[in-house]
């Protein structure tokens, strides 16, 4: 179904000399194996956790765009004191994109592979930023038919993660849960989720517009962090809920202390008698992302019953096990139009992804600023 032996693939260098350089390779196409598949990608979104692949510790203040409309190349300087924390990818052209969706061009010979010639799937596995990608039929997910590749783009990462989160809070014992940065495209999902399902969630938004978009979507609890009567809100709504596990996109900051604070403020409101040692409730944060980059402050003024620890998706899904994570994959699918549903501000090609005004709009990582990246035009 394709002719084409090479393709464009966008690939992420930082030198040995302290100098971050992406650019757009051309790529010969492999032959698929017996197990394996040539996608065409036509839909492959920007979420936070390429950037860190993508730019690594470059100072993008310093981001310079050469090169031709054609064949873009940006360079940026890598800070002498974070290059350490780069010395395993040096002088490597990383390929970057950790999923994608389109069409299948090229099948090997197993049943399972056959059977997805000329299908939608959805993917993952990293490379996506690239006009094609070679695939294990086992790692595809094939869309429901009349589902385009934009709307399965990000049918992994962010879906998984929101399932992730509702998963591990009755995994332990939580009865609802907490998520911040939730006026995002995964916190809208999240909020879609326990609606559905009839969790309690309260959302932690960083402005009154992003609370009056939840709000207007169904969310029944949202506390706005810039607000002064924010720690007394957050405690109403913990009280209401009662909510022990929370999700943490921001990271730095004081957010996750005093997420605990308001948990075991709320716990005790309830209390028979007092203790020294605060409540007996465990009250867990999960941090997930780095939006805020600074050092995680805690206030340790909630007892001895508590953690704070950190959550990723490719390690729940390991610990769960295969057949459950298929499960999680097949509401997914399911569901993609629905519950899971992505919403893009822009759709570009790969050279105007390389370009220093789009750059500067995603890689503020504001909510309501997602990218699709369109390989195919």
């Known amino acids: 179904m394709t002719d084409a032996t090479t393709g464009l693939q966008l690939r992420s260098l930082i030198k040995a000399s302290g100098e971050l350089e992406v650019s757009l390779a051309t790529v010969d196409i492999p032959e698929p194996g017996a197990d394996e598949v040539v996608v065409r990608v036509e839909a492959t979104p920007i979420n936070p956790s390429d950037l860190g692949l993508l730019f690594g510790a470059a100072d993008m203040t310093t981001a310079k765009a050469s090169g031709s409309p054609q064949a873009p190349v940006i360079t940026a300087k890598v800070p002498d004191a974070a290059m350490k924390a780069m010395a395993g990818r040096l002088d490597q052209a990383m390929p970057v994109g950790n999923e994608g969706a389109g069409t299948v061009v090229k099948a090997g010979s197993s049943a399972a592979a056959q059977a997805l010639l000329g299908k939608t799937v959805a993917m993952i596995g990293g490379a996506m930023y690239a006009q094609f990608r ?122 996750a202390g005093q997420i605990l604070t308001c948990m075991e403020a709320a716990i005790s409101k309830s209390a028979k008698e007092y203790s020294r040692y605060g409540s007996n409730v465990m009250k867990q944060v999960y941090i997930y992302g780095g939006l805020d980059t600074r050092p995680t402050e805690i206030v340790r003024n909630f007892g001895m019953i508590w953690a704070v620890g950190g959550w990723l998706l490719f390690p729940f899904l390991q610990k769960i096990g295969a057949a459950d994570a298929a499960k999680l994959r097949a509401r997914v699918a399911a569901e993609i139009k629905t519950t899971f549903a992505s919403n893009y501000t822009q759709v570009v090609s790969l050279q105007q992804a390389l370009t220093l005004d789009a750059i500067a709009v995603y890689n503020k990582r504001a909510t309501g600023e997602k990218f699709l990246i369109d390989p195919s035009r």
């Open 134 to 255: 070679l695939i294990r039929a086992a790692d595809c997910l094939p869309l429901p038919a009349g589902t385009t590749a934009a709307e399965g783009a990000s049918c992994f990462v962010n879906p998984l993660t929101a399932l992730g989160m509702v998963e591990t809070m009755r995994r332990e014992g939580h009865k609802a849960l907490v998520h911040t940065a939730a006026a995002s495209n995964l916190g809208q999902m999240l909020n879609r989720i326990c609606l559905k399902d009839g969790i309690d969630l309260v959302n932690i938004v960083r402005s009154e517009a992003q609370a009056k978009l939840l709000r207007d979507i169904g969310a029944n609890y949202v506390v706005d962090s810039t607000s002064p009567d924010f720690m007394a809100d957050l405690t109403k709504a913990l009280e209401a809920t009662g909510a022990t596990i929370a999700f943490d996109a921001i990271g730095g900051g004081r957010l």
